[in-house]
């Protein structure tokens, strides 16, 4: 059970960038879109997502010859869900106020389709290091995501990033609160902070996304017209 | 050379647009005779924005500026929305929402002709969600309060949000009647007692019956122009009448007249010029009509049992939602089709 240097930049890349599932697959939109209301609360959801990815991929690989087929759906889910238990109950004891933060959100990654996605389509069909990196590098692909979408709406909803830091490093890190809009202003663009910024917000997300790609592709040709001219010639 | 006289020249989009501005200048003139200046400070504001925004966005996605620009539709968004905001809201509130109605609900949708929802509601919309207490703070119209402010307390108001000495804007501010019948009632005013308020005229509220009936006036002139086609104004009065109407005659003690829901609020605003956008609405002649009924019994529903003092605007955006859907179900039946239709029918 190896993995080669290649197949770690081909998962990596994979799962941040190719096949992003907040942006390419548009998966698991429900805690993407509810909880970015700052980036401390979607960076912290996503990398709670990635660390039960990680774990329920390998999980799932080790496990994926004892499997029978016709139960492997309720088998992963209950993979899934034992490894979600883990972690909320680890950050029930050790970061207590950021869970009370994000609440449901933390069972329910249970019922999130991105983690299902990757044990149905990667996991049960490679092996143990292979399914926890993807499912890391997925988890970290939504993670950031997560956080600058709720970058994006945090500074247009409330004129600041990194609130509510404090939950998750103490109180002294309450002065890391950076205040884009100088706070006497009292800004606040509730739009951006409810449901439909966070539609808006996203959709900006994915096309950012395809424009970069369309744009990479056209360089990518020209690099190609340049280098075959002579040839041509 | 002249094309045969049976090809019938499409009206330039400027002159549309232009004849639209020139039917909401009746109500523009009454609306700033009993508000007073703050009502073409909104307006201009609003289109210095939305022509700015609209240059911008032409330039980003490097369209001819000059044609878009000039072509009118930018203003009459501009307008519609500043006539749906209070006249002494913030500068910046304006600003904002036109810029938005512009750059993203028309041209991130692809601009003219392609935006799924009616722009000038859009930036209404959102700012009424974000700014609730501002956009909800109205002055009662001229005559209606001892106090009242002049045009350059009403700018300083506007741009600096400072009163002259003396003066809260308190003493001056009103709610308008649709909200002012909807917070009596949930105190348990009875309805004659509420209309003896010095707010109400004849039907509606003093001033804004009036502003109300110069849209009226201006829709008239569109129809008569064939610009808008009637069904659409007809039906949603109709519905937005008929509900009413069914409410008042169950109980007229909770409940208003028709003619108070025509005449308040932006409903003939929205009867001829906002229901009537024909990119945001269905195309197809029964379409339209269920489009503009739903739309009025939207409004009413809102209006009454909502949250929100007025509901055009909303009801406006979730039926444009509907519009492609409604447009697919309503395909009029092509010529010598329908015959056929029933025979295979009557076979099966």
């Known amino acids: ?233 | 050379m002249n094309t045969s006289p049976f090809f019938i020249k499409p009206t330039p989009l400027q002159v549309v647009m232009f004849k639209v501005a020139l039917a909401l200048v009746p109500a523009i003139a009454v609306y700033t005779y009993s508000f007073g200046i703050g009502v073409l400070v909104q307006i201009t504001l609003a289109t210095i924005t939305a022509l700015a925004t609209e240059a911008f966005c032409l330039k980003l996605r490097s369209y001819p500026i000059k044609p878009f620009v000039t072509d009118g539709s930018a203003i009459v968004t501009a307008w519609l929305m500043a006539l749906s905001f209070p006249p002494l809201a913030p500068w910046w509130m304006i600003v904002v929402a036109a810029a938005i109605s512009i750059a993203l609900a028309k041209h991130m949708y692809g601009g003219l002709g392609q935006n799924t929802f009616n722009p000038a509601m859009v930036g209404f919309a959102i700012m009424i969600v974000s700014f609730p207490a501002q956009m909800s703070r109205w002055a009662a119209p001229f005559g209606v309060l001892p106090q009242s402010l002049d045009w350059s307390a009403q700018l300083s108001w506007i741009f600096t949000g400072h009163l002259p000495a003396g003066l809260a804007f308190d003493a001056v501010a009103s709610a308008t009647p649709l909200d002012t019948v909807k917070t009596q009632l949930m105190q348990h005013a009875s309805m004659s007692h509420i209309f003896q308020s010095p707010l109400f005229g004849a039907i509606g509220g003093i001033g804004t019956e009036w502003i109300t009936a110069a849209y009226l006036l201006g829709g008239l002139y569109l129809l008569w122009q064939k610009l808008i086609p009637w069904q659409i104004p007809v039906t949603f009065l109709a519905v937005l009448g008929g509900v009413a109407g069914i409410f008042h005659l169950v109980d007229p003690t909770h409940y208003t007249s028709p003619l108070f829901h025509w005449f308040s609020g932006a409903a003939m605003l929205g009867a001829f010029f906002i229901v009537t956008d024909p990119v945001t609405g269905p195309t197809t002649p029964l379409g339209r009509v269920i489009f503009a009924a739903l739309i009025g019994l939207l409004t009413y529903l809102i209006r009454v049992f909502g949250g929100y003092p007025d509901g055009i605007a909303f009801a406006v955006l979730i039926m444009n939602l509907a519009a492609p859907f409604i447009d697919q179900y309503t395909q009029p039946a092509v010529f010598g089709r329908k015959g056929k239709q029933k025979k295979a029918g009557a076979q099966s």
């Open chain 1, 1 to 233: 059970m190896m993995i080669s240097r290649q197949e770690v930049r081909d998962i990596s890349h994979n799962g941040v960038w190719k096949q992003n599932p907040g942006v390419v697959q548009i998966l698991g939109m429900c805690p993407t879109l509810a909880m970015t209301t700052s980036v401390v609360n979607g960076a912290s959801l996503g990398i709670a997502t990635a660390l039960v990815m990680a774990c329920s991929g390998a999980a799932v690989a080790l496990l994926r010859q004892f499997v029978p087929n016709e139960l492997r759906n309720p088998i992963y889910i209950l993979i899934i869900a034992a490894v979600v238990t883990i972690v909320q109950l680890a950050m029930n004891a050790y970061m207590h106020a950021l869970y009370n933060v994000l609440g449901i959100f933390i069972p329910l990654i249970v019922t999130n389709c991105i983690v299902l996605a990757r044990a149905e389509a990667f996991a049960s069909k490679n092996g143990v290091i292979q399914s926890g990196l993807d499912g890391f590098m997925m988890g970290i692909g939504g993670t950031v995501v997560l956080a600058i979408l709720g970058g994006i709406r945090e500074v247009l909803g409330k004129g600041t990033l990194l609130s509510g830091i404090d939950l998750v490093f103490g109180a002294s890190a309450k002065s890391w609160v950076i205040h884009v809009i100088p706070a006497d202003l009292n800004y606040q663009f509730l739009f951006m902070i409810l449901p439909p910024g966070a539609f808006i917000g996203l959709g900006l997300l994915v096309a950012g996304k395809a424009a970069l790609d369309r744009r990479a592709a056209e360089a990518a040709r020209r690099r190609e017209a340049e280098t075959s001219t002579p040839l041509a010639a």
